[in-house]
C-alpha cells in the first residue's frame, strides 16, 4: 500500500512540473467588418478601454466613442481658438477615468476630458518645429508623449498627476538627439511599455530605454533602415521584458522589404534583422497578440496586413486590405483604421 501510495505522489510531481507545449496557430483569413465609414477622416489613432469600448482621434479635429454593446457611435469635433487652425490628432491614450489626445503641428495642443464632459486643454506648446507623435501611460497617474526634436534632444512630455500637467524633459535629462530625428506618427505606436520599462522608436532607427518610467535614458543605434527622412522605425512592441519587435521601411518605397524588420531578445540592447529580403516591406503598426507567448505578430500598413507564428523570423500575407494602426480586443479579435474608416478584424 505505501508502495502505491509513494508511486502516486512522484505521478503528481512529474504532471505537475510537465509545461503544456505551447502551439503557435496558423490563421489564414481575416474576417473585415467595418463599423465606421467617412471619407474625410484619416485615422491613425485608436485605444480600447476599460470597458472594452473604442475610441479614436483623427484630423478635421474629429474624435469618438464606439459601444460595442449599443453598437453606435457618438462622435464629436475639437474646435482650437483659431479659425484657421484645423486641428489633427495622431496621438491618444487613456487611463481608467480620462481620455487624451494630442495634435501634431504647431501649436501642439494636448486635450484631457474635462468635469463637464467637455475637452480641456492641459498642454500648449508653440515652436516652429514642434510636432507631436505618440502618447502612452504606465499607470493612472503616470504618462509620456514623444515627439520631433525641437531644440537638441526628442521631445518628451511627462505627467505624474493623472494628466492634469505636463512638463517637457530637459535635454540635460535626455540622449543627445540627432538634428531632424523625431518619430513617425503614423500610427501611435512610436511607444512600448511593460511594467517601469519604455522604449521609443525614432525616424534614425534608434531605441530610446528608460528603465524608470522616464526618470532616466539610454539610447541604441539599431540596424534597420534610416539612411532616407521617409526612412526609419515606423512601429515597436515588446511582448515582455525582454522580448520585442519593430518594423518599419519606407513609405515611399513599400515593398522594398530589405533591413525593415528587426527583433530583440535582450531588452533592447542588441538588435538583429530578421526575415531579410522577404515581405512584408513597408508597415506602420507592428502588435504581438495578446496571451500568445510572444510567437504571434500581425503587421498592419495601407498595402496590407501580414502575420507571423514564430516571432517574427517568417512571414505570410493575409489580407490586401490596407490599414494604418491596429489594437487587440483578444486573442483573435483586433479593431484597425485606415483612410476613411475603422473596423473589426476576426482572425481565422
Not at 211 to 236: A, H, R
Not at 309 to 323: A, M, P
Request: hydrophobic share 35%; with cysteine.
Amino acid at each position: 500500500m505505501m508502495r502505491f501510495i509513494g508511486l502516486v505522489i512522484v505521478l503528481l510531481i512529474i504532471s505537475c512540473d510537465k509545461k503544456e507545449t505551447f502551439t503557435p496557430r496558423n490563421f489564414n483569413t481575416v474576417e473585415v467588418e467595418t463599423i465606421l465609414e467617412d471619407t474625410l477622416l484619416s485615422i491613425r489613432a485608436i485605444e480600447i478601454l476599460t470597458d472594452k469600448s473604442l475610441v479614436f482621434a483623427s484630423n478635421n479635429g474629429a474624435y469618438g466613442l464606439y459601444s460595442p454593446t449599443k453598437r453606435n457611435w457618438q462622435i464629436s469635433k475639437q474646435e482650437s481658438n483659431s479659425d484657421s487652425l484645423q486641428l489633427e490628432f495622431r496621438s491618444i491614450a487613456h487611463t481608467t477615468t480620462d481620455f487624451f489626445m494630442l495634435s501634431v503641428n504647431n501649436p501642439a495642443m494636448l486635450f484631457k476630458t474635462g468635469e463637464q464632459g467637455l475637452m480641456d486643454l492641459v498642454y500648449l506648446e508653440e515652436h516652429p518645429k514642434v510636432f507631436y507623435d505618440a502618447m502612452a501611460f504606465w499607470n493612472d497617474k503616470e504618462g509620456i508623449a514623444i515627439g520631433d526634436t525641437t531644440e537638441d534632444c526628442l521631445s518628451v512630455l511627462i505627467t505624474r498627476d493623472g494628466g492634469h500637467i505636463w512638463n517637457k524633459l530637459s535635454c540635460d535629462v535626455l540622449p543627445k538627439g540627432i538634428e531632424g530625428e523625431g518619430a513617425f506618427a503614423a500610427s501611435n505606436t512610436n511607444i512600448a511599455i511593460v511594467g517601469n520599462n519604455t522604449w521609443i522608436a525614432t525616424t534614425t532607427g534608434r531605441v530610446y530605454f528608460s528603465k524608470d518610467k522616464g526618470l532616466s535614458w539610454d539610447v541604441v543605434q539599431t540596424p534597420i533602415i534610416n539612411g532616407k527622412e521617409t526612412e526609419g522605425i515606423y512601429s515597436i512592441d515588446f511582448y515582455d521584458s525582454l522580448n520585442g519587435f519593430a518594423i518599419g521601411g519606407d513609405y515611399t518605397n513599400p515593398d522594398d522589404n530589405v533591413a525593415n524588420k528587426i527583433l530583440t531578445k535582450d531588452g533592447g540592447k542588441t538588435w538583429e534583422l530578421v526575415a531579410e529580403g522577404q515581405a512584408p516591406g513597408y508597415r506602420s503598426c507592428l502588435q504581438y497578440f495578446p496571451n500568445r507567448e510572444g510567437k504571434e505578430l500581425i503587421a498592419v500598413g495601407f498595402k496590407g496586413m501580414d502575420y507571423s507564428n514564430d516571432g517574427g523570423n517568417t512571414w505570410k500575407n493575409l489580407s490586401k486590405e490596407g490599414f494604418y494602426t491596429i489594437r487587440f480586443l483578444n486573442d483573435s479579435v483586433a479593431y484597425a483604421s485606415g483612410q476613411g474608416r475603422i473596423s473589426k478584424l476576426n482572425f481565422r
